[in-house]
């Protein structure tokens, strides 16, 4: 087990404004969470799930504090720990390589309250592909799920800061064979909205699909396919896109046959930009968007302007406040993070 505290600051210039390149940890697959107190991060490093912390909008991070040793952790090829802030304290969720999703209940200090394991039976999510979002104390995870005998989303509610779990439910099922089989879910919770989005395979298309519940993640509706192209394709491009909710207006992107769009549900898809591993923030109207063009990844503002932060792979972008965004991704097993303006 390897870990410490590196820090690393190269100097950027993006739009006239300096900024801060900084390597902040030994690991791999960051996931972000913020409230009004703070920025939280959590990663992996080999069968080690690791936390740390940031009270000054992100500008400097404690120390990593090891929260829990997994055997089998699944932390590479956009598997990884996931991490939300809710009423109470902090929330992880990880997967282990057997097909289990674990969730712990943290104070914010980083200490573990409560474990629990999230699938309600045995080794479904063979994949390892999960995601969580959580908003006050409740909190609602997704996965690739294969009781079935095929790949499924399936989900769990938590309405006490991942203290316990719902009944696992069925979110979607592809009426043609199975959903994409590679590629990450995401969940943004809104109050009792629950929006998942995913990458289905219909037709032999593997294109984004957006579902919504009302209640909570009691129910959903119907799967609504984002943009009107198609994507033909045998294999799975291992992408699946990234998704931020704004006073309920809702903003995906995705790649596309090597192509980013963008997207608002109902709306065409606009073309943003070349490459893959995207991601969204949106806060007050505003939406900046990050992906990996060339092994580099490149931000773009709210005006549109594209920036490049430097060499790495799957970057996360979060709204700090109205005017800035963290943005952390994964180099050479590091994680480096960067706040830019949107």
Not at 133 to 160: H, K, M, P
Not at 217 to 232: D, E, M, V
């Amino acid at each position: 087990m390897k870990y410490g505290h590196l820090l690393l600051c190269i100097w950027l210039i993006i739009g006239g404004k300096t900024y801060c390149q900084e390597v902040i940890a030994n690991g791999q697959m960051p996931s972000v969470a913020k409230d009004e107190q703070g920025i939280y991060l959590v990663y992996g490093n080999e069968d080690s799930i690791f936390y740390t912390s940031s009270y000054d909008e992100g500008k400097s991070f404690s120390t990593p504090k090891l929260v829990h040793i997994l055997r089998g952790l699944a932390a590479s090829h956009t598997r990884g720990p996931q991490i939300g802030a809710t009423t109470n304290g902090l929330l992880i969720t990880a997967c282990s390589n057997a097909g289990n999703v674990y969730s712990f209940a943290l104070d914010k200090k980083g200490n573990v309250i409560k474990q629990a394991r999230v699938n309600d039976a045995d080794t479904l999510a063979k994949e390892n592909l999960m995601a969580l979002s959580s908003d006050g104390n409740n909190a609602f995870a997704v996965w690739l799920d294969v009781r079935n005998g095929r790949n499924e989303i399936y989900g769990a509610r938590s309405t006490d800061g991942g203290m316990t779990w719902s009944k696992n439910i069925r979110i979607y099922h592809s009426p043609d064979s199975t959903v994409c089989e590679c590629c990450k879910p995401s969940v943004v919770v809104k109050g009792n909205n629950v929006h998942v989005m995913f990458r289905n395979w219909l037709n032999g298309n593997r294109d984004l699909y957006l579902i919504t519940s009302i209640d909570g993640g009691k129910t959903f509706g119907n799967a609504q396919k984002l943009g009107n192209g198609s994507w033909a394709l045998k294999g799975c491009p291992m992408d699946g896109g990234g998704l931020a909710v704004d006073n309920n207006s809702v903003s995906t992107v995705w790649n596309r046959d090597g192509k980013i769009y963008a997207d608002k549900p109902g709306a065409p898809e606009v073309q943003i930009g070349q490459g893959r591993s995207c991601t969204v923030t949106s806060v007050n109207g505003k939406r900046a968007y990050a992906w990996v063009e060339n092994k580099q990844v490149v931000y773009r503002d709210n005006n549109k302007q594209k920036h490049t932060l430097g060499k790495g792979q799957l970057p996360l972008l979060k709204a700090i406040d109205s005017n800035t965004a963290i943005c952390v991704w994964e180099n050479d097993k590091a994680i480096v993070k960067t706040v830019v303006k949107i």
